[in-house]
């Protein structure tokens, strides 16, 4: 939208460049221009500036209003000049009419123009609207399915021990699943809420070195149990970064327990920062376990994409979510069999929506 200056100054700039081509039409800027010949010629061409910018401006009506304005302020000019000859007078008159048909083509064309762009905005906001409901309904059917599958089990397990005959160890047996399976709902619930309700960014001066120590600390028992070794690779003399450290901690976190469940006995995971050449932080995480299949791999960021017996799959989905908040990006490399590679780059300003 225009604003009242912006009108203002446009009206007066049609103005004055309205009126300098008539004076230049009467000759009263360029005194040559009288002599019927190329400078009137020329003339006739300049009237179409301040027409055609009318039109630009204000439609219809801005193409119209500049052209009967010229045609009036003009009407008099063959009077003026003493202009008797037929031809030379119907030559003048037909320029006029031609003012107000060029006036009037601009005017409507341009319209027409921003009435299709202003329908195209709309139409692309609409898109964007129903994208985000049919995802939403989506993670909904994600969702559903992943609930569906624990509450199966309760169910069956409070069946069977609502039953008389269950013996004592099956009945210990039963309520482990009870148990095991509540407790896969809650957190199919937890990560989903994290999902769906992004917290905002805290952002802060966050240690990478310490962060990445807190991970690999925190991944200890799970990586021992599995005979895995988590080796910290931290570039020496790394400055803080901008970021909203616990957040970022659920992203290492999430990518490292990735690494870490995908390797089998005797596996390394390094876990990687370093100070890129434009400045922004890179945390690779790499690991020679299983790989992923290149049919899954572009799947890997969707919510409830998983290929693990007891997982979600919004570990990535989130992750990837708040490393876009930050301004950064992550992405994943893999090869089946050989390992698979996670890079994040986070620039060092934090981004931050
Ligand atoms: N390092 C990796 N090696 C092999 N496959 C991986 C690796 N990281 C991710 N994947 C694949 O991507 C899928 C999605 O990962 P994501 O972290 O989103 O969910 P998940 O690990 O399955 O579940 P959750 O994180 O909720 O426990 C995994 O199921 C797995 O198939
Ligand atoms: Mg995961």
């Not at 952002?203 to 005979?227: C, F, H, K, N, Y």
């Amino acid at each position: 939208m225009s604003s009242p200056a912006q009108i203002r100054w446009r009206i007066a700039a049609v103005s004055a460049v309205t009126v300098a081509t008539v004076a230049f039409h009467y000759g009263f800027l360029v005194p040559a221009a009288q002599q019927h010949g190329i400078l009137h010629e020329i003339h006739g061409r300049l009237c179409y500036i301040p027409i055609i910018l009318g039109a630009i401006w204000f439609g219809v009506r801005g193409g119209l209003a500049t052209a009967l304005a010229i045609t009036l302020l003009t009407l008099p000019y063959p009077r003026f000049r003493g202009i008797t000859d037929s031809h030379a007078l119907i030559g003048e008159y037909t320029e006029m009419v031609f003012y107000v048909a060029i006036g009037l083509t601009a005017g409507v064309l341009i319209e027409l123009q921003r009435r299709e762009r202003r329908r195209g905005e709309a139409l692309a906001r609409e898109l964007a609207r129903q994208e985000r409901l049919s995802s939403l309904g989506q993670m909904a059917a994600g969702l559903a399915h992943e609930i569906k599958n624990p509450l199966g089990s309760i169910q069956g397990a409070s069946e069977l021990l609502a039953g008389e005959e269950a013996a004592d160890g099956r009945r210990r047996d039963l309520f482990d699943i009870l148990v095991k399976e509540s407790k896969r709902l809650g957190r199919v619930v937890d990560h989903f809420l994290g999902f769906a309700r992004p917290r905002p960014l805290h952002l802060g001066p966050v240690d990478i070195g310490a962060l990445v120590g807190r991970v690999a600390a925190q991944t200890e028992i799970e990586s021992s149990r599995r005979d895995v070794r988590v080796e910290p690779r931290v570039a020496a003399g790394l400055p803080p970064i901008q970021a909203d450290a616990e957040q970022l901690h659920q992203v290492l976190l999430n990518v490292v327990l990735n690494a870490v469940e995908a390797s089998t006995s005797g596996g390394v995971v390094t876990v990687e920062a370093r100070r890129e050449p434009r400045g922004e932080v890179a945390l690779t995480v790499a690991d020679d376990g299983a790989g992923i299949a290149p049919a899954d791999l572009p799947r890997v960021f969707d919510p409830f994409f998983t290929t693990r017996e007891r997982g979600t799959g919004l570990g990535l989905s989130i992750s990837h979510a708040i490393v876009q908040d930050h301004g950064g990006t992550i992405s994943i490399e893999s090869t089946p069999g050989r390992g698979t590679r996670a890079t994040i780059l986070l620039p060092a300003s934090g981004g931050g929506r």
